[in-house]
DNA sequence: TCTAATACCATGTTATTCCATGATGGATTG
DNA sequence: CAATCCATCATGGAATAACATGGTATTAGA
């Protein structure tokens, strides 16, 4: 299982690209370099974990039930599966960040990667430090 | 086994061609280029899934004991059995939406495909905004 | 034969892959 | 101990491939 720690801060091209942080990809199953990554629920942050989580996330979803009893698009399982995208990880070890996720986070030319264990996250330099507090300033 | 995830909205034609997004064609077995829909049971949408979800349905209703249990009809499985379709997608990655099915989910010019893991829906954008509440916007 | 469904082809746009460069740090060797 | 070599990493740009989409041709069914 991977275990995604410490903090760093990459750059972020017109495309969108940015590398992951090499720690975090030395984590992923190598047979499997991607991760899969949300818009946060609950903050100006992009969620991000590998690819074993979403299928957990989705064994929780009876999809059969899903289908006879109502009241589905509320379902927090089904948001997560529903608003989540996999990135493969190229060979230079980078993603792509679709626009409607920078967006979300206010990210333009800089992310922060946020190692949270399990998971981790993608913040804006600013919303970062704005979200933490004042003791952070030592980011770059 | 295939997970679909994700948000994708793309355009209709006048014969009811749409192509399925390439995401989720590529978590279809390669030597079986095809989904089944059917009109959801609970929502104005069109519920959609790979060919072996529906054998696994099938099995659900062996199971039921057809000889002894009245009414059959009603049972969820053979509802969504007798309901559903099994689209084949052509070369370029494209489905023909029947016209019932359009009509259920009030699909006009464009589709709305929504991963829920195992399966996905597909809406009209004006529904899934609505079924989903205020709170979407950025569905391009 | 006429209509409708299916297969085929063409095109612009977008995304992905490939290659080159600079920076960094560890290890090896003089 | 210092200089050099080598591997990894982040980053930018360009070439290439994939994708969505509209249109046309061909086939099949009524």
Known sequence: ???FSSTYTN??????RVSVPAPFRSTLPSDD???SVLPSLVSKAIEGFDYSYLTQI???LDNYDMMT????PSN???KILSRSMTLSIDSD???VLPQEFMKHAG???????VGLGKTFQIWSPEEYTAAMGQDEEELM
Chains 1, 2 share one sequence.
Do not use: N, T, Y
């Open 69 to 72: 009893v109502p009241g589905q």
């Open 93 to 95: 070890g980078r993603i």
């Open 33 to 35: 370099q991607s991760i």
């Open 1 to 3: 299982m991977p275990l």
């Open 107 to 113: 990210i333009s030319d800089r992310a922060v990667f």
């Open 58 to 60: 989705s064994e929780r």
């Open 76 to 78: 927090p399982a089904a």
């Open 11 to 16: 750059k972020v091209d017109k495309k969108g």
